[in-house]
């Protein structure tokens, strides 16, 4: 994978690059590389790979979810065990 070196970076930006990754659990350089590709306008891996699993979950047409139970009910069941 290439590398890339930035001279001379203004301090206040990569503080707020860095306080950005923080925030999304990212390192530095995982930051920089995800606002560099939304600059750019390049989609992001993530997003395309869960618009592809829900129009999977579309494409299988369940019928009858009115009988499922509901999992609000399940959770606060398995909590209070």
Partial sequence: ???????DFPKELYEEV???ARSENRSVP???????KVALGIPHEQKMRR???????NEFKI???H???????????DRDR
């Avoid at 994978?1 to 001279?7: D, G, H, I, N, T």
């Avoid at 995982?30 to 560099?36: E, K, N, P, S, V």
């Avoid at 618009?51 to 979950?57: D, F, P, S, T």
């Fill in 30 to 36: 995982q930051q920089t590389i995800a606002l560099l």
């Fill in 18 to 20: 860095s306080r950005v």
């Fill in 63 to 65: 019928k009858n979810t």
């Fill in 67 to 77: 009988q499922f139970p509901d999992p609000a009910k399940l959770t606060r069941e």
């Fill in 1 to 7: 994978m290439p590398l890339l070196q930035v001279r």
């Fill in 51 to 57: 618009k592809a699993v829900l129009q999977e979950i």
